[in-house]
Nanobody, 127 residues
Framework: EVQLVESGGGLVQAGGSLRLSCAAS????????IGWFRQAPGKEREALSC????????YFSDSVKDRFTTSNDNAKKMVFLQMSSLKPEDTAVYYC????????????????????WGQGTQVTVSS
């Protein structure tokens, strides 16, 4: 059974940093790409980035490209989202999700049915 567990969320002041972690199990890491998404209250889920097992990342959101960095640790089957210069508008539930490399081109589409999702972790940025 594929499982993804996010951690590292919390309350931080504007301008601060957080590092989110996503621990994957039940899958062969090389066969998947991992995406980071977020959903703010009343808004649609937004794709932030996707990373392959080789470490190559693609960023989809202009609002985070220069502030968020995705990385991975293949040996531990973990993916990270380093967030810096946080703003109140970054407040959201952050999710990681895994999708087969066969469908990697859909990694920026949170509506696709092919994702395995984590439960999410809340990030709150105070002004």
């Amino acid at each position: 059974e594929v499982q993804l567990v996010e951690s590292g969320g919390g309350l931080v002041q504007a301008g601060g940093s957080l590092r989110l972690s996503c621990a994957a199990s039940g899958l062969y890491f090389d066969d998947y790409v991992i995406g980071w998404f977020r959903q703010a209250p009343g808004k649609e889920r937004e794709a932030l980035s996707c990373i392959s097992s080789s470490g190559g990342s693609t960023y989809f959101s202009d609002s985070v490209k220069d502030r968020f960095t995705t990385s991975n640790d293949n040996a531990k089957k973990m993916v990270f989202l380093q967030m810096s210069s946080l703003k109140p508008e970054d407040t959201a539930v952050y999710y990681c999700a895994a999708i087969s490399v066969v469908f990697k081109d859909r990694c920026n589409d949170p509506t696709t049915a092919f994702f395995y999702w984590g439960q999410g972790t809340q990030v709150t940025v105070s002004s």
